[in-house]
């Protein structure tokens, strides 16, 4: 992949609904180009199946990979979020890019800007 982009979301939260659909519309233009995108579903005070998870990320128009991150083991442990939702952009190189918390505003405009560096280079140009 040229780039990862990890979405540490929390089913249940609101910033985390609005902030969703913003981060599908970017999705749409650069997983052609090699980016992968996964919403990492963190617990927010109410546990959720994968079904329910599911469920929810298909109600706000998500076709992002979806991963349970039980305990919250991979968010506050090796990336050490602590509030939802919490994005990082990772280049091929596995060193963290960018890190955008909340839902912003100019999330999308924010989140194309650094996967464009990122696609341009590494398509070798």
């Known amino acids: ?38 919403n990492m579903a963190q617990t927010m005070r ?19 990979e979806l991963a349970k991150d039980d305990d919250n083991a991979i968010g506050r442990g090796k990336f050490l979020v602590r509030g939802f939702p919490t994005l990082f952009v990772v280049g091929k190189d596995g060193v963290v890019q960018e890190v955008i918390i909340g839902a912003r505003a100019d999330l999308e405009e924010t989140l194309n800007k650094q996967l464009e560096t990122l696609t341009s280079q590494g398509s070798g140009s």
């Not at 910033?15 to 913003?22: A, G």
């Not at 959720?48 to 298909?58: A, C, G, H, Q, Y």
């Open 1 to 38: 992949h040229t780039a990862t982009v990890l979405n540490f979301v929390a089913a249940n939260g609101g910033y985390c609904k609005r902030q969703i659909p913003q981060v599908e519309k970017v999705r749409q233009a650069y997983e052609a180009k090699g980016v992968r995108f996964v």
């Open 46 to 64: 109410q546990e959720f199946s994968p079904e329910e998870l599911t469920k929810v990320m298909n109600s706000l128009g998500s076709k992002i």
